[in-house]
């Protein structure tokens, strides 16, 4: 018995368009007509397009198909690939609901960062900024760090929060004292802190600029002061330590 396209088709759940794409691609041989021209499809091609279509359901693609051919061995190591492609595949969806489960439990709005919907609530929009803009900068080991700054510190950022715009500078070196002093304990618990984190790429430079320019943009003059202030204390107090340490 030989069967029309459109018959082996319908045999085998598909169209007579991939039928002929199949034909086309090399992957299903070409039948032998009759004598009126219409193709006459036999068993192999049933059971040849009948493979194909399995594994494209699972997946495959017809160039893995291609390769595969039709040998046991070339057939396993298709689908030992397609099956290491589909476990990453899952580990990445996987890693994308969890992200979504942090975001509906905590009800986290578009602009917290990847990972700190738990601290949200603590985070300003200029925090969240300056944390989304990070990640560019810092691989994951550094978010996590960063997390756990943020999570461990989030008092410390109070005073500075409320500053105004045109504090006065006895407030703003009170201010800039207290910070000093958070920075000195994080500078100590996480020594990284001390040596820029170097961007992935060729893109550092550029991540720094944007750093640089949102620090301008999000914090108002007197914040800018206290982090000036701040940061020139953290640093010469552990540059000062280091310097005693290699003395003793």
Do not use: C
Request: proline content about 3%; glycine content about 6%.
């Amino acid at each position: 018995m030989t069967w029309s396209t459109r018959r082996l088709a319908e045999l085998a759940g598909t169209t007579v368009k991939s039928v002929r794409h199949y034909h086309a691609v090399g992957l299903l041989e070409e039948p032998g007509r009759a004598a009126n021209g219409y193709k006459q499809y036999g068993t192999s091609h049933l059971v040849r397009l009948l493979q194909i279509t399995r594994l494209r359901k699972l997946g495959m693609s017809l160039a893995d198909i291609a390769e595969a051919g039709e040998s046991d061995a070339s057939y396993v190591e298709a689908v030992q690939a397609l099956d290491a492609r589909l476990a990453d595949s899952i580990a990445r969806q996987q890693a994308v609901r969890a992200e979504l489960a942090d975001l509906m439990v905590h009800s986290a709005g578009p602009d917290v960062p990847a990972g700190f919907e738990g601290v949200a609530d603590s985070l300003t929009a200029a925090d969240r900024a300056m944390i989304t803009i990070s990640g560019a900068l810092h691989d994951d080991s550094g978010m996590r760090e960063l997390h756990s700054i943020v999570a461990d510190h989030q008092e410390a950022d109070e005073d500075f929060n409320a500053l105004a715009p045109d504090a006065d500078d006895d407030t703003v070196s009170a201010v800039a004292a207290q910070m000093a002093t958070v920075l000195r304990a994080i500078h100590e618990r996480y020594p990284s802190t001390l040596t820029p984190p170097t961007a992935v790429g060729n893109r550092e430079q550029a991540v720094r600029e944007a750093l640089n320019q949102a620090v301008t943009d999000l914090y108002n003059p007197a914040q800018l002061e206290v982090l000036r202030r701040a940061y020139r204390r953290a640093r010469e107090d552990a540059e000062h330590g280091m310097r005693r340490a290699d003395h003793d």
